[in-house]
């Protein structure tokens, strides 16, 4: 099973970048949808990107459209998520998830679906 591990949160300023990264422990994640979810204070966690095994199809949150790039290097066994342009309701705990296979286009942006997780990286920003 792998194991999810992020790095790279921080404090930032509103209308800086910051880039999260997310190594894949015990198992290579070239076979994992792997994605971004995040959990601002009193709200629930959600979907920010992901992206399949092959890397030929990512898929964003509206909110985060245009600022936000993930990339995944099956071959170093760690994808990125390089953010733009941050605002502060961009600010919380970011989660890295992992999901063994493909997921359909109706189920990739749902938490529940994803088994593997990392104990998330804090993203501050401030105004």
């Known amino acids: 099973q792998v194991q999810p591990k992020e790095s790279g949160g921080g404090l930032v300023q509103a209308g800086g970048s910051l880039t999260l990264s997310c190594v894949g422990e015990g198992r290579t994640i070239d076979e994992y949808t792997m994605a971004w979810f995040r959990q601002a204070p009193g709200k629930e966690r959600e979907f920010v990107a992901a992206v399949k095994p092959s890397g030929d199809d990512t898929r964003y949150a509206d909110s985060v459209k245009g600022r936000f790039t993930f990339s995944r290097d099956n071959a170093k066994n760690i994808v990125s998520l390089q953010m733009d342009s941050l605002r502060d309701e961009d600010t919380g705990v970011y989660y890295c998830?992992?999901?063994?296979?493909?997921?359909?286009?109706?189920?990739?942006?749902?938490?529940?679906?994803?088994?593997?997780w990392g104990h998330g990286t804090q993203v501050t920003v401030a105004s």
């Open positions: 998830a992992a999901h063994r296979r493909p997921l359909a286009i109706g189920q990739i942006e749902q938490a529940q679906y994803y088994a593997h």
